[in-house]
């Protein structure tokens, strides 16, 4: 049963950081390719950053070289840093997962956790 739940979301500054964690069930975590993308109200999805089963991670243009992906093998946690937040960052956050890379590389997820409020205010 694949499981993505997620936490750490909250309220910021325009400049600050914050980091969301993503706890999966063992075989997702490991075998899985995983990602975030977010939403915000009236807005399309769009994928933030992914990291395959094999380590290797991509993100979005909006959000290089601001956020980065984390994992704690021990946790089977995954993690977005995320810095220099601004105002269009607001939006829910979504941990999700799939276990075919092409999918979730095209920011398409089979299966996504709860969400976590993002708010980024100026």
């Known amino acids: 049963q694949v499981q993505l739940v997620e936490s750490g979301g909250g309220s910021v500054q325009a400049g600050g950081s914050l980091r969301l964690s993503c706890q999966a069930s063992?075989?997702?975590?490991?075998?899985?390719?995983l990602g975030w993308f977010r939403q915000a109200p009236g807005k399309e999805r769009e994928g933030v950053a992914t990291i395959d089963s094999d380590g290797s991670t991509s993100y979005a243009d909006s959000v290089k070289g601001r956020f980065t992906l984390s994992k704690d093998n021990a946790k089977n946690t995954l993690y977005l840093q995320m810095n220099s937040l601004k105002p269009e960052d607001t939006a829910m956050y979504y941990c999700?997962?799939?276990?075919?890379?092409?999918?979730?590389?095209?920011?398409?997820?089979?299966?996504r956790g709860q969400g976590t409020q993002v708010i980024v205010s100026s």
């Open positions: 063992k075989y997702t975590y490991k075998s899985y390719c």
């Open positions: 999700a997962a799939d276990y075919r890379r092409s999918f979730c590389l095209s920011w398409q997820f089979s299966y």
